[in-house]
Nanobody, 126 residues
Framework: QVQLVESGGGLVQAGASLRLSCAAS????????TGWFRQAPGKEREIVGA????????YYADSVKGRFAISRDNAKNTVYLQMNSLKPEDTAVYYC???????????????????WGQGTQVTVSS
């Protein structure tokens, strides 16, 4: 069993930066692909990006490519989402999730992920 806890969300102005953290319990987390998703009110959950268990492969949605970066520290059982140049359309609840199957390329759909955190709110004002 893996428990995920996100932190680092908040209210910022457009153009600002935030770093979200996803802290996991359980040593097996370091073997899992980890994804970041977000869900805005009235919209479906969408992938932001994902990182392989080793950290060597990352995937980003087109909407955040070049602005967001995912990294992980397996020694700390933590995955990070660095968000730069934030826009009002980035406003959403952000979730991290773990995929125990750890495919060679990170999965991009939420149904592939097995464990989820409770989410952290990110609000970007214009």
């Amino acid at each position: 069993q893996v428990q995920l806890v996100e932190s680092g969300g908040g209210l910022v102005q457009a153009g600002a930066s935030l770093r979200l953290s996803c802290a996991a319990s359980g040593r097996t987390f370091r073997r899992y692909t980890t994804g970041w998703f977000r869900q805005a009110p009235g919209k479906e959950r969408e992938i932001v990006g994902a990182i392989s268990w080793s950290g060597s492969i990352t995937y980003y949605a087109d909407s955040v490519k070049g602005r967001f970066a995912i990294s992980r520290d397996n020694a700390k059982n933590t995955v990070y989402l660095q968000m730069n140049s934030l826009k009002p359309e980035d406003t959403a609840v952000y979730y991290c999730a773990a995929d125990v199957h750890a495919p060679s390329f990170p999965s991009q759909t939420h149904v592939e992920y097995d464990y989820w955190g409770q989410g952290t709110q990110v609000t970007v004002s214009s």
